[in-house]
T-cell receptor, first 114, second 113 residues
Framework: GAGVSQSPSNKVTEKGKDVELRCDPI?????LYWYRQSLGQGLEFLIY????????KSGLPSDRFSAERTGGSVSTLTIQRTQQEDSAVYLC????????????FGSGTRLTVV | KQEVTQIPAALSVPEGENLVLNCSFT??????LQWFRQDPGKGLTSLLL?????REQTSGRLNASLDKSSGRSTLYIAASQPGDSATYLC????????????FGTGTRLKVLA
């Protein structure tokens, strides 16, 4: 597609429920990144995909968080048994594999756990 | 470990002023540096990307410079407008590890009409 698409744009869920966040990167971008931004905070790296594999998942905060990418395209970030501290904006970015290219971000998913 | 710092954290200026936002980084081993703009509750919009071999990039009223050896970049905004009000973030792409960008915490800019 023309840009990075994230869905849903907003999600309100009850504590303890599972949620899935979706990212559809720019066509042909092999690298995909998930970040989290809590209210008033900076960007927190979660996970990096190159193709379908995740060479860096060092930022996932707990085993309740997982992510996958299929067909070298769409990625899903899953949060199980959501907690209030998971409330944040989840941002996805994609990039061409070559390091001279920069990131293109999606508009994010605002997750609120009540 | 690469660290990126942005000063000031917040800035308020009257419309029409020229202003400079600062970004510093601790490790000069970078491929490039990218400046972003973030409006409240929104994603990040790329403004300028400077490769390590470049000294500056320009887009409209924006000019970004890079001094890799001293670990500094500046974003210059000419003739500021209320529509420029946003948070501005810089990020560097290191030449080691998995090459993911390292972000500063941003400068929150408010341009007063």
């Amino acid at each position: 597609g023309a840009g990075v698409s994230q869905s849903p744009s907003n999600k309100v869920t009850e504590k303890g429920k599972d949620v899935e966040l979706r990212c559809d990167p720019i066509s042909g971008h092999t690298a995909l990144y998930w970040y989290r931004q809590s209210l008033g905070q900076g960007l927190e790296f979660l996970i990096y995909f190159q193709g379908n594999s995740a060479p860096d998942k060092s930022g996932l905060p707990s085993d309740r968080f997982s992510a996958e990418r299929t067909g070298g395209s769409v990625s899903t970030l899953t949060i199980q048994r959501t907690q209030q501290e998971d409330s944040a904006v989840y941002l996805c970015a994609s990039s061409n594999r070559a390091v001279e290219y920069g990131y293109t971000f999606g508009s994010g998913t605002r997750l609120t756990v009540v | 470990k690469q660290e990126v710092t942005q000063i000031p954290a917040a800035l308020s200026v009257p419309e029409g002023e020229n202003l400079v936002l600062n970004c510093s980084f601790t490790d000069s081993a970078i491929y490039n540096l990218q400046w972003f703009r973030q409006d409240p509750g929104k994603g990040l919009t790329s403004l300028l990307l400077i490769q390590s071999s470049q000294r500056e990039q320009t887009s409209g009223r924006l000019n970004a410079s890079l001094d890799k050896s001293s670990g500094r970049s500046t974003l210059y905004i000419a003739a500021s407008q209320p529509g420029d009000s946003a948070t501005y973030l810089c990020a560097v792409r290191p030449t080691s590890g998995t090459y993911k960008y390292i972000f500063g915490t941003g400068t929150r800019l408010k341009v007063l009409a």
